[in-house]
């Protein structure tokens, strides 16, 4: 990508108006879809209000999680190679993803059992254990960088193991209540590709890759929220049509990823952590693994996968190009690819603004070919 393309006054929104474009873009979104649907405005079996309900609360709950967290000491490490922008950043309040990602489990929980009963409420509630799962391993991580003050938590091995574990746990869940066909991932226009056993090793790979990348891709204000926002709720149209509850789950934890951007849009007073990105990663996962939409969470985790990418090309290169004195070359000027482009001349808010669009582009193209 190009600097020059989102370089200067003429494109250099504020975080606010990000968020409002952001908020008003989702909810018609939302509207539209159940418009379609034709269940709007019901309350019960629809995107719109559990959206709106979630970012609401979240919002308001935010201005008092966040001087909790700031007396808890919870600030960020920022690292010192990084862009120099970020390092004014050090000491801004971490770990916020205790306080938003409850919001949506509980409130999808409480909605899904409301309004689709009891045989809605276990599928959301096997998805919101993969995703509180998730986050409490993003949690001990973000626990240890506080405790020692740090930007190293728990390693990468120990962290390793938990993300298997838990994807081992959910597909034998799988495996124990969910037809054979599972192990089929649908493709669009009716295509399908047959796995059989190879498809669980997959599953179990998806959960770790896809909450390794959403924790990629939380290194910019409102960047992970923002496009997490979008994936979800792209999920959720694309899941409508065979698990109301999960589309329900989708909603509301979107909306407590907008919520949450009202205090961690440009410039942020509060961190998601790895609490909140893993729990996207997991929640995002665990839903395509269910209802069968591998090939749609791909598309939708277009960001998430070229943030990921990015890295293991930047590692790649440099050790491909390593010479006798131990220093390789970079193919990036830092990875993820979202600070190669700060550092590229991009402002924050830029590369935001430009995330935000193609992932909307991407959710809009999944939806037409579901």
Same mark, same amino acid.
């Given at each position: 990508?190009?600097? *020059?393309?989102?370089?200067?006054r003429?494109?250099?929104?504020?975080g606010?108006? !990000?968020?409002?474009?952001?908020?008003?873009?989702?909810?018609?979104g939302?509207i539209? @879809?159940?418009?379609?649907?034709?269940?709007?405005?019901?309350?019960?079996?629809?995107?719109?209000?559990?959206?709106?309900? #979630?970012?609401?609360?979240?919002?308001?709950?935010?201005?008092?999680?966040?001087?909790?967290? %700031?007396a808890?000491?919870?600030?960020?490490?920022?690292?010192?190679?990084g862009p120099?922008a970020?390092?004014?950043?050090?000491?801004?309040?971490?770990m916020?993803?205790?306080?938003?990602?409850?919001?949506g489990?509980?409130?999808a929980?409480?909605?899904?059992?409301?309004?689709?009963?009891?045989?809605?409420?276990f599928?959301?509630?096997?998805?919101?254990?993969?995703?509180?799962?998730?986050?409490a =391993?993003?949690?001990?991580d973000?626990?240890?960088?506080?405790?020692?003050?740090?930007? *190293?938590?728990? $390693?990468?091995?120990?962290?390793? /193991?938990? %993300?298997?574990?838990?994807?081992v746990? @959910? $597909?034998l869940?799988?495996?124990w209540?969910q037809?054979?066909?599972?192990t089929? /991932?649908?493709?669009?226009?009716?295509?399908a590709?047959?796995?059989?056993?190879?498809?669980?090793?997959?599953?179990? @790979?998806?959960?770790?890759?896809e909450?390794?990348?959403?924790?990629?891709?939380?290194?910019?204000?409102?960047?992970?929220?923002?496009?997490?926002?979008i994936? !979800?709720?792209?999920?959720?149209?694309?899941?409508?049509?065979?698990?109301?509850?999960?589309? =329900?789950? #989708?909603?509301?934890?979107?909306?407590?990823?907008?919520?949450?951007?009202?205090?961690?849009?440009? *410039?942020? #007073?509060?961190f998601?952590?790895?609490?909140? $990105?893993?729990?996207?990663?997991?929640?995002?996962?665990?839903?395509?693994? +269910?209802?069968?939409n591998l090939w749609? +969470?791909? /598309? +939708?985790?277009?960001?998430?996968?070229?943030e990921?990418?990015?890295?293991?090309?930047?590692?790649?290169?440099?050790?491909?190009t390593k010479?006798?004195?131990?220093?390789?070359k970079?193919?990036? *000027?830092?990875?993820?690819?979202?600070?190669?482009?700060e550092?590229?001349?991009? $402002?924050?808010?830029?590369?935001?603004?430009? @995330?935000?669009?193609?992932n909307? /582009?991407?959710?809009?193209? #999944?939806f037409? !070919?579901?």
């Open positions: 990508m190009d600097a *020059k393309l989102f370089s200067g003429s494109f250099n929104p504020s606010t108006s !990000l968020l409002a474009l952001l908020a008003v873009g989702l909810s018609l939302t539209l @879809f159940d418009l379609q649907a034709g269940v709007f405005p019901s309350v019960g079996i629809s995107m719109t209000f559990p959206l709106w309900l #979630c970012a609401l609360v979240t919002a308001l709950l935010g201005y008092w999680a966040v001087p909790f967290l %700031q808890l000491k919870a600030g960020q490490f920022i690292r010192e190679d120099q970020h390092l004014q950043k050090a000491g801004t309040p971490t916020g993803g205790v306080f938003f990602v409850p919001v489990v509980i409130a929980l409480v909605w899904s059992g409301l309004a689709v009963g009891i045989q809605g409420f599928p959301v509630l096997a998805v919101s254990i993969v995703t509180l799962a998730y986050g =391993i993003g949690w001990v973000d626990w240890q960088v506080i405790r020692r003050r740090s930007n *190293k938590g728990i $390693s990468p091995r120990m962290k390793l /193991i938990l %993300q298997i574990g838990v994807g746990l @959910f $597909s869940w799988l495996v209540n037809p054979a066909s599972i089929t /991932i649908a493709l669009p226009f009716g295509l590709i047959p796995l059989g056993l190879l498809f669980w090793p997959l599953a179990v @790979f998806v959960l770790v890759a909450s390794n990348a959403t924790n990629l891709t939380d290194g910019v204000d409102g960047l992970a929220a923002g496009t997490g926002a994936a !979800l709720l792209g999920l959720g149209a694309i899941v409508a049509p065979v698990s109301p509850s999960l589309m =329900i789950f #989708c909603a509301c934890m979107s909306g407590s990823y907008l919520g949450f951007l009202v205090h961690n849009r440009n *410039k942020a #007073c509060v998601m952590g790895d609490t909140g $990105s893993m729990a996207l990663g997991g929640a995002l996962t665990a839903v395509g693994l +269910l209802t069968n749609a +969470l791909f /598309i +939708l985790s277009g960001i998430f996968f070229v990921s990418l990015s890295v293991m090309a930047q590692v790649g290169y440099y050790k491909a010479g006798p004195d131990g220093i390789g970079r193919l990036f *000027k830092m990875a993820p690819i979202h600070h190669h482009l550092l590229s001349g991009w $402002s924050e808010t830029q590369v935001v603004a430009a @995330f935000y669009l193609i909307g /582009i991407l959710a809009l193209l #999944c037409v !070919l579901r």
